[in-house]
Protein backbone atom coordinates (compact mmCIF):
# COMPACT_ATOMS: atom_id res chain seq x y z
CA UNK A 1 0.00 0.00 0.00
CA UNK A 2 2.73 2.54 0.93
CA UNK A 3 4.63 1.97 -2.53
CA UNK A 4 1.56 2.64 -4.47
CA UNK A 5 1.00 5.98 -2.35
CA UNK A 6 5.00 6.71 -3.31
CA UNK A 7 4.21 5.90 -7.16
CA UNK A 8 1.56 7.84 -7.05
CA UNK A 9 2.78 10.81 -5.65
CA UNK A 10 6.14 10.18 -7.93
CA UNK A 11 3.87 10.21 -10.84
CA UNK A 12 2.02 13.45 -9.62
CA UNK A 13 4.77 15.42 -8.99
CA UNK A 14 6.19 14.58 -12.56
CA UNK A 15 2.99 15.79 -14.37
CA UNK A 16 3.04 18.99 -12.44
CA UNK A 17 6.72 19.55 -13.55
CA UNK A 18 5.64 19.24 -17.07
CA UNK A 19 3.59 21.92 -16.54
CA UNK A 20 5.93 24.45 -16.67
CA UNK A 21 5.35 27.01 -19.13
CA UNK A 22 7.93 26.55 -22.11
CA UNK A 23 7.42 29.59 -23.33
CA UNK A 24 9.06 31.04 -20.78
CA UNK A 25 12.93 29.28 -20.34
CA UNK A 26 15.85 30.19 -18.13
CA UNK A 27 17.62 31.59 -21.35
CA UNK A 28 19.27 35.32 -21.75
CA UNK A 29 17.24 37.29 -24.26
CA UNK A 30 17.59 40.89 -24.99
CA UNK A 31 14.76 43.11 -23.61
CA UNK A 32 13.91 40.40 -21.23
CA UNK A 33 14.33 40.57 -17.45
CA UNK A 34 17.01 37.53 -16.13
CA UNK A 35 16.54 35.68 -13.32
CA UNK A 36 16.49 37.74 -9.97
CA UNK A 37 17.08 40.93 -12.05
CA UNK A 38 17.23 44.26 -10.81
CA UNK A 39 14.69 46.97 -11.38
CA UNK A 40 17.16 49.23 -13.56
CA UNK A 41 18.07 46.60 -16.12
CA UNK A 42 19.73 46.99 -18.33
CA UNK A 43 22.27 48.61 -16.56
CA UNK A 44 23.87 51.21 -18.75
CA UNK A 45 27.80 50.86 -19.19
CA UNK A 46 30.00 53.11 -16.25
CA UNK A 47 31.37 56.35 -17.32
CA UNK A 48 34.69 56.22 -19.10
CA UNK A 49 34.26 52.94 -20.85
CA UNK A 50 35.22 52.50 -24.09
CA UNK A 51 32.78 50.19 -26.44
CA UNK A 52 34.66 47.05 -27.74
CA UNK A 53 33.97 47.82 -31.49
CA UNK A 54 34.90 51.12 -31.54
CA UNK A 55 38.34 50.77 -32.84
CA UNK A 56 39.56 52.81 -35.30
CA UNK A 57 40.28 51.15 -38.60
CA UNK A 58 42.53 52.25 -41.96
CA UNK A 59 41.29 54.39 -44.16
CA UNK A 60 39.83 52.41 -46.87
CA UNK A 61 40.54 53.36 -50.59
CA UNK A 62 37.65 54.44 -52.25
CA UNK A 63 35.56 52.55 -54.67
CA UNK A 64 32.22 52.37 -56.07
CA UNK A 65 30.97 49.94 -53.76
CA UNK A 66 32.16 52.05 -50.91
CA UNK A 67 30.73 55.38 -52.75
CA UNK A 68 27.35 53.21 -52.67
CA UNK A 69 27.36 52.03 -49.08
CA UNK A 70 28.29 55.69 -48.22
CA UNK A 71 25.02 56.89 -50.54
CA UNK A 72 23.30 53.99 -48.68
CA UNK A 73 24.22 55.26 -44.70
CA UNK A 74 23.76 59.06 -45.90
CA UNK A 75 20.65 58.38 -46.79
CA UNK A 76 19.23 56.75 -43.70
CA UNK A 77 21.33 58.73 -41.24
CA UNK A 78 21.83 62.12 -42.03
CA UNK A 79 19.44 63.34 -44.78
CA UNK A 80 16.87 63.36 -42.40
CA UNK A 81 18.61 66.93 -41.70
CA UNK A 82 21.56 67.44 -44.45
CA UNK A 83 18.96 66.22 -47.18
CA UNK A 84 19.88 64.31 -49.69
CA UNK A 85 21.58 66.83 -51.12
CA UNK A 86 23.21 68.11 -48.32
CA UNK A 87 22.38 71.28 -47.88
CA UNK A 88 21.32 71.04 -44.73
CA UNK A 89 17.50 71.85 -45.25
CA UNK A 90 15.96 68.13 -44.35
CA UNK A 91 12.34 67.34 -43.23
CA UNK A 92 13.48 67.59 -39.51
CA UNK A 93 14.97 70.75 -40.12
CA UNK A 94 11.28 71.76 -41.62
CA UNK A 95 10.21 70.90 -38.58
CA UNK A 96 12.09 73.44 -36.35
CA UNK A 97 15.07 71.93 -35.98
CA UNK A 98 18.24 74.30 -36.51
CA UNK A 99 19.50 74.31 -39.44
CA UNK A 100 23.09 72.79 -40.46
CA UNK A 101 25.78 74.30 -42.67
CA UNK A 102 25.36 73.60 -46.21
CA UNK A 103 28.45 71.27 -47.40
CA UNK A 104 29.03 73.35 -50.08
CA UNK A 105 30.43 76.09 -48.35
CA UNK A 106 33.88 76.70 -48.79
CA UNK A 107 35.05 76.14 -44.71
CA UNK A 108 33.44 72.50 -44.97
CA UNK A 109 35.25 71.81 -48.62
CA UNK A 110 38.44 72.98 -47.16
CA UNK A 111 38.24 70.73 -44.34
CA UNK A 112 40.16 67.49 -43.71
CA UNK A 113 38.40 64.25 -44.53
CA UNK A 114 39.19 63.63 -40.57
CA UNK A 115 36.95 66.07 -39.48
CA UNK A 116 33.99 64.51 -41.30
CA UNK A 117 34.80 61.09 -39.29
CA UNK A 118 34.95 62.96 -36.13
CA UNK A 119 31.79 65.36 -36.89
CA UNK A 120 30.38 61.64 -36.98
CA UNK A 121 32.47 60.16 -33.83
CA UNK A 122 31.73 62.96 -31.08
CA UNK A 123 28.86 65.24 -33.02
CA UNK A 124 29.23 69.13 -33.11
CA UNK A 125 27.42 71.45 -31.10
CA UNK A 126 23.15 70.56 -31.58
CA UNK A 127 23.97 67.20 -33.35
CA UNK A 128 25.00 64.07 -31.63
CA UNK A 129 27.04 61.77 -31.97
CA UNK A 130 25.96 58.75 -34.60
CA UNK A 131 28.89 56.63 -33.43
CA UNK A 132 26.28 54.01 -32.02
CA UNK A 133 25.05 53.81 -35.13
CA UNK A 134 27.68 54.19 -38.10
CA UNK A 135 30.82 51.97 -37.49
CA UNK A 136 34.18 53.11 -38.22
CA UNK A 137 33.99 51.84 -41.93
CA UNK A 138 30.69 53.00 -42.43
CA UNK A 139 31.75 56.43 -41.77
CA UNK A 140 34.53 56.36 -43.87
CA UNK A 141 31.97 55.28 -46.69
CA UNK A 142 29.86 58.12 -45.77
CA UNK A 143 32.79 60.97 -45.70
CA UNK A 144 33.90 59.52 -49.42
CA UNK A 145 30.19 60.16 -50.37
CA UNK A 146 30.19 63.83 -48.97
CA UNK A 147 33.69 64.37 -50.86
CA UNK A 148 32.19 63.01 -54.15
CA UNK A 149 28.49 65.51 -53.75
CA UNK A 150 30.27 68.39 -52.95
CA UNK A 151 33.01 67.41 -56.22
CA UNK A 152 29.37 67.18 -57.94
CA UNK A 153 28.49 70.95 -57.43
CA UNK A 154 31.42 72.54 -59.29
CA UNK A 155 31.45 69.67 -61.66
CA UNK A 156 31.88 71.05 -65.80
CA UNK A 157 30.25 69.02 -68.56
CA UNK A 158 33.78 68.74 -69.71
CA UNK A 159 33.92 66.27 -66.81
CA UNK A 160 31.73 63.82 -68.39
CA UNK A 161 32.55 61.06 -70.37
CA UNK A 162 31.72 62.21 -73.74
CA UNK A 163 29.59 58.81 -74.71
CA UNK A 164 27.46 60.00 -70.64
CA UNK A 165 26.78 63.90 -71.89
CA UNK A 166 23.76 62.82 -73.89
CA UNK A 167 21.72 62.23 -70.95
CA UNK A 168 22.12 65.23 -69.19
CA UNK A 169 21.30 67.39 -72.32
CA UNK B 1 -41.48 -0.04 -6.55
CA UNK B 2 -40.50 0.84 -9.82
CA UNK B 3 -37.09 1.46 -10.76
CA UNK B 4 -37.37 3.86 -13.43
CA UNK B 5 -40.14 6.67 -11.95
CA UNK B 6 -42.46 8.24 -14.18
CA UNK B 7 -40.11 11.22 -14.98
CA UNK B 8 -36.58 9.16 -15.70
CA UNK B 9 -37.29 9.93 -19.31
CA UNK B 10 -37.40 13.57 -19.17
CA UNK B 11 -34.14 13.14 -16.70
CA UNK B 12 -32.42 10.85 -19.36
CA UNK B 13 -33.52 13.23 -22.36
CA UNK B 14 -31.99 16.17 -19.89
CA UNK B 15 -29.21 14.23 -19.61
CA UNK B 16 -28.23 13.42 -23.08
CA UNK B 17 -28.59 17.30 -24.07
CA UNK B 18 -26.37 18.49 -21.07
CA UNK B 19 -23.81 15.90 -22.57
CA UNK B 20 -24.41 16.49 -26.40
CA UNK B 21 -23.75 20.78 -25.20
CA UNK B 22 -20.69 19.90 -23.37
CA UNK B 23 -19.27 18.15 -25.88
CA UNK B 24 -19.76 20.84 -28.49
CA UNK B 25 -18.60 23.32 -25.94
CA UNK B 26 -15.33 21.18 -25.41
CA UNK B 27 -14.71 21.45 -29.27
CA UNK B 28 -15.07 24.65 -29.42
CA UNK B 29 -12.97 25.20 -26.67
CA UNK B 30 -10.10 23.41 -28.25
CA UNK B 31 -10.83 24.09 -31.74
CA UNK B 32 -12.05 27.75 -32.10
CA UNK B 33 -10.98 29.55 -29.04
CA UNK B 34 -6.90 29.39 -30.12
CA UNK B 35 -7.72 30.93 -33.61
CA UNK B 36 -9.64 33.23 -32.11
CA UNK B 37 -7.95 36.84 -32.48
CA UNK B 38 -8.58 37.68 -28.56
CA UNK B 39 -6.24 34.73 -28.07
CA UNK B 40 -3.26 35.29 -30.63
CA UNK B 41 -3.88 39.15 -29.90
CA UNK B 42 -3.92 40.21 -32.75
CA UNK B 43 -4.63 43.95 -33.40
CA UNK B 44 -3.60 44.36 -29.68
CA UNK B 45 -2.42 47.69 -28.92
CA UNK B 46 -0.64 48.04 -25.96
CA UNK B 47 -0.18 50.94 -23.94
CA UNK B 48 3.05 52.81 -23.98
CA UNK B 49 5.25 54.88 -21.38
CA UNK B 50 5.27 57.38 -24.88
CA UNK B 51 2.38 57.58 -27.62
CA UNK B 52 5.07 57.09 -29.87
CA UNK B 53 3.96 57.21 -33.58
CA UNK B 54 5.61 55.63 -36.50
CA UNK B 55 2.41 57.01 -38.36
CA UNK B 56 4.16 60.26 -37.83
CA UNK B 57 7.80 59.39 -37.73
CA UNK B 58 8.29 57.09 -40.32
CA UNK B 59 5.38 58.30 -43.06
CA UNK B 60 5.28 61.77 -41.83
CA UNK B 61 8.98 62.57 -41.48
CA UNK B 62 10.13 59.77 -44.11
CA UNK B 63 12.83 58.01 -41.75
CA UNK B 64 13.87 54.91 -42.50
CA UNK B 65 13.32 51.78 -40.16
CA UNK B 66 17.42 51.59 -39.27
CA UNK B 67 17.45 55.19 -37.90
CA UNK B 68 15.94 53.72 -34.98
CA UNK B 69 15.79 49.57 -35.43
CA UNK B 70 19.93 49.49 -35.99
CA UNK B 71 20.40 45.97 -35.94
CA UNK B 72 17.98 44.70 -37.88
CA UNK B 73 20.03 43.56 -41.45
CA UNK B 74 22.96 42.30 -39.45
CA UNK B 75 21.47 40.46 -36.28
CA UNK B 76 18.35 38.25 -34.93
CA UNK B 77 16.90 41.28 -33.43
CA UNK B 78 15.99 44.44 -34.78
CA UNK B 79 16.61 46.44 -31.35
CA UNK B 80 14.33 48.83 -29.76
CA UNK B 81 16.35 52.32 -30.03
CA UNK B 82 17.97 53.58 -26.99
CA UNK B 83 16.91 57.35 -25.50
CA UNK B 84 20.19 58.58 -27.14
CA UNK B 85 18.27 57.78 -31.00
CA UNK B 86 15.30 59.71 -29.23
CA UNK B 87 17.11 63.03 -28.24
CA UNK B 88 19.02 63.34 -31.43
CA UNK B 89 15.87 65.10 -32.27
CA UNK B 90 13.82 65.83 -29.02
CA UNK B 91 16.67 67.65 -27.44
CA UNK B 92 15.81 70.68 -30.09
CA UNK B 93 12.14 70.05 -30.63
CA UNK B 94 9.39 69.31 -28.93
CA UNK B 95 11.64 70.12 -26.10
CA UNK B 96 8.47 70.73 -23.86
CA UNK B 97 5.92 68.28 -24.63
CA UNK B 98 4.34 66.89 -22.19
CA UNK B 99 3.92 63.79 -24.24
CA UNK B 100 7.71 63.53 -24.07
CA UNK B 101 8.14 63.97 -20.22
CA UNK B 102 8.96 59.87 -19.85
CA UNK B 103 11.76 60.44 -22.33
CA UNK B 104 13.45 63.28 -20.82
CA UNK B 105 13.25 61.91 -17.30
CA UNK B 106 14.68 58.52 -18.30
CA UNK B 107 17.79 60.87 -20.01
CA UNK B 108 17.83 63.00 -16.44
CA UNK B 109 17.56 59.67 -14.22
CA UNK B 110 19.66 57.44 -16.92
CA UNK B 111 16.97 54.35 -16.70
CA UNK B 112 15.93 53.59 -19.62
CA UNK B 113 12.35 53.42 -20.87
CA UNK B 114 10.57 49.89 -20.38
CA UNK B 115 8.41 49.77 -23.71
CA UNK B 116 6.14 46.79 -23.79
CA UNK B 117 6.47 44.66 -26.15
CA UNK B 118 4.00 44.29 -29.07
CA UNK B 119 5.83 40.74 -31.05
CA UNK B 120 6.85 38.34 -29.07
CA UNK B 121 7.45 34.67 -29.80
CA UNK B 122 7.89 31.21 -27.43
CA UNK B 123 11.35 30.70 -25.98
CA UNK B 124 11.29 27.77 -28.03
CA UNK B 125 10.97 29.46 -31.49
CA UNK B 126 13.62 30.51 -33.30
CA UNK B 127 13.49 33.48 -35.26
CA UNK B 128 15.94 35.72 -37.14
CA UNK B 129 15.41 39.03 -38.97
CA UNK B 130 19.00 39.50 -40.90
CA UNK B 131 18.12 36.30 -43.54
CA UNK B 132 14.57 37.62 -43.92
CA UNK B 133 15.65 41.28 -44.52
CA UNK B 134 18.51 39.69 -47.07
CA UNK B 135 16.21 37.75 -49.02
CA UNK B 136 14.00 40.77 -49.60
CA UNK B 137 11.16 40.03 -47.28
CA UNK B 138 9.88 43.27 -46.42
CA UNK B 139 8.92 44.70 -42.99
CA UNK B 140 5.25 45.05 -43.77
CA UNK B 141 5.26 41.75 -44.95
CA UNK B 142 4.94 40.34 -41.19
CA UNK B 143 4.21 44.12 -39.31
CA UNK B 144 1.45 45.29 -41.41
CA UNK B 145 1.23 48.51 -42.19
CA UNK B 146 2.89 49.90 -39.61
CA UNK B 147 3.49 53.39 -41.57
CA UNK B 148 0.25 54.35 -40.77
CA UNK B 149 0.14 53.08 -37.49
CA UNK B 150 -0.58 56.03 -34.89
CA UNK B 151 0.05 53.53 -31.68
CA UNK B 152 2.00 49.89 -32.88
CA UNK B 153 -0.42 47.32 -33.44
CA UNK B 154 0.52 43.52 -33.58
CA UNK B 155 -0.99 42.84 -36.91
CA UNK B 156 -0.61 39.06 -37.07
CA UNK B 157 -0.70 35.91 -34.79
CA UNK B 158 2.84 34.69 -35.23
CA UNK B 159 1.24 30.98 -34.94
CA UNK B 160 3.07 28.47 -36.74
CA UNK B 161 1.06 27.97 -39.37
CA UNK B 162 1.61 31.62 -39.84
CA UNK B 163 5.31 31.07 -40.53
CA UNK B 164 4.85 28.05 -42.53
CA UNK B 165 2.26 29.73 -45.09
CA UNK B 166 4.86 31.58 -46.13
CA UNK B 167 8.03 29.47 -46.05
CA UNK B 168 6.24 26.77 -48.07
CA UNK B 169 5.67 29.68 -50.66
CA UNK B 170 7.39 32.42 -50.24
CA UNK B 171 7.37 33.49 -53.73
CA UNK B 172 4.29 36.29 -53.44
CA UNK B 173 6.27 37.98 -50.19
CA UNK B 174 9.23 38.64 -51.79
CA UNK B 175 10.12 42.10 -53.21
CA UNK B 176 13.31 44.17 -54.47
CA UNK B 177 15.89 44.67 -52.02
CA UNK B 178 16.10 48.38 -52.13
CA UNK B 179 12.01 48.16 -51.37
CA UNK B 180 12.61 46.17 -48.20
CA UNK B 181 12.11 49.11 -45.72
CA UNK B 182 9.96 51.10 -47.63
CA UNK B 183 6.16 50.58 -45.62
CA UNK B 184 4.26 51.80 -48.63
CA UNK B 185 5.36 49.31 -51.53
CA UNK B 186 3.35 47.96 -54.21
CA UNK B 187 3.97 45.88 -56.75
CA UNK B 188 3.56 47.16 -59.51
CA UNK B 189 3.77 46.15 -63.44
CA UNK B 190 7.62 45.98 -63.93
CA UNK B 191 8.68 44.15 -60.47
CA UNK B 192 10.41 41.14 -61.36
CA UNK B 193 7.92 38.34 -60.33
CA UNK B 194 8.29 36.56 -57.22
CA UNK B 195 9.42 33.19 -59.17
CA UNK B 196 12.62 35.58 -60.79
CA UNK B 197 13.16 37.08 -56.76
CA UNK B 198 13.57 33.72 -55.67
CA UNK B 199 15.82 32.27 -58.10
CA UNK B 200 17.83 35.75 -57.71
CA UNK B 201 18.20 35.07 -54.04
CA UNK B 202 18.72 31.13 -54.40
CA UNK B 203 15.32 30.49 -51.73
CA UNK B 204 14.46 26.36 -51.73
CA UNK B 205 11.31 26.15 -50.17
CA UNK B 206 11.83 22.10 -50.11
CA UNK B 207 13.99 22.61 -47.19
CA UNK B 208 11.99 25.86 -45.01
CA UNK B 209 9.74 23.71 -43.46
CA UNK B 210 11.90 21.21 -41.87
CA UNK B 211 11.22 21.31 -38.00
CA UNK B 212 14.69 21.92 -37.51
CA UNK B 213 14.68 25.76 -39.09
CA UNK B 214 12.52 27.34 -36.00
CA UNK B 215 13.18 24.62 -33.60
CA UNK B 216 16.48 24.08 -32.90
Given at each position: MKLRHAITVASLAVALAACDNMANQPKRLPYELPYGAQANWPALPPQHIIAHDE?????PPVTMALLERGQQRFDIYCAPCHSKIGDGRGMIVQRGFPQPPSYYI???RDAPNQHFYDVITHGYGAMYSYADRVGAEDRWAIVAYIRALQASASAQIADVPPDKRQTLQ | MAIFGPRANLFMNVALLAAAGGVTFLLILIWVVPVMGYNSQERYTPRQPVPFSHKHHVSGLGLDCRYCHTTVEISQNAGI???????TCH???WTNAEMLAPVRQSLAEGKPLRWTRVYTLPDYVYFDHSIHIAKGVGCTECHGPIGDMPLTRKATTLY????LSCHRDPAPHLRPKDQVFNPHWQRTADTPSGKELMAEYHIHPETLSDCGVCHR
Open positions: KPVAVARL | PPIHTCMSQIMSWC
